[in-house]
């Protein structure tokens, strides 16, 4: 059963460019959570989805952040009009369900540069 | 909102010697989900331990146990026989448990462990 993937793993993007960043959860889990870890810090939390809807986003700042999670295919973090201050580690994480109970396995991440 | 704390930014131990690291929260609420994690530099989040707030005996797995003061809300852990793979950044995390919330993790800002031989 492969693991949470995310693509790419590495994303150097000039200020203005659009970045797109893909999630797949793992087999059997329709829950996906995004979190940022900008340089020194912890993770924070960005949004949660379920298939087709999102469930929480008060971690997503308002303008130029969007994220879907389609009923086929990856979820999708997608930042419009990139800036240095979106330079961080972006990771998703899946699980089953929203119960506690349920682990949150994590991708990989990606690392989104703005030159 | 809840808020996580790990006011050591880094820390060191010998090989096989054992060290603790802290981690205190803030919550109003009395239900809840505490986790270590750990993210060596490979950068892959991998869940180390969990405790759920409502058992008072506390989490261990194998070398890695906590110390769960649940009034004090302190919730450090411990590694035993400390060996050199278990360099990495540890982050302490908080989860709700009410039904209906969101499941969304808070983490603290994390602890750099050294392990020297």
């Known amino acids: 059963n492969a693991g949470v993937m995310q693509n790419p793993r590495h994303l150097v993007r000039r200020r203005g460019q659009e970045a797109r960043l893909r999630c797949s959860p793992m087999?059997?889990?329709?829950?996906v959570y995004w979190y940022r870890q900008l340089p020194e810090e912890g993770l924070k939390f960005m949004v949660y989805l379920q298939k087709e809807n999102i469930i929480d986003e008060s971690g997503m700042p308002k303008e130029r952040f969007s994220a879907e999670f389609p009923k086929e295919g990856p979820s999708i973090l997608r930042i419009q009009q990139v800036v240095r201050g979106d330079s961080a580690a972006y990771f998703c994480?899946?699980?089953?369900?929203?119960?506690?109970?349920?682990?949150?396995?994590f991708g990989p991440g990606t690392r989104l540069t703005v030159l | 909102a809840q808020t996580v704390t790990q006011s050591q930014p880094e820390m060191s131990v010998q090989e096989a010697e054992t060290v603790t690291l802290s981690c205190t929260y803030d919550t109003s609420e009395s239900d809840y989900y505490l986790f270590w994690y750990k993210q060596p530099p490979s950068r892959q989040m991998i869940l180390v331990i969990r405790?759920?707030?409502?058992?008072?005996q506390n989490a261990t797995e194998n070398r890695f146990s906590v110390n769960f003061q649940k009034a004090a809300k302190s919730f450090s852990l411990k590694i035993s026989d400390s060996q050199l793979g278990d360099a990495a950044m540890y982050f302490c995390a908080y989860r709700s448990a009410r039904t209906g919330t969101a499941s969304k993790l808070t983490f603290g800002t994390g602890t750099r462990l050294q392990v020297t031989l």
């Open positions: 405790q759920e707030a409502y058992k008072q």
């Open positions: 087999k059997g889990h329709s829950h």
């Open positions: 994480a899946s699980s089953p369900s929203a119960g506690w109970y349920n682990e949150q396995f």
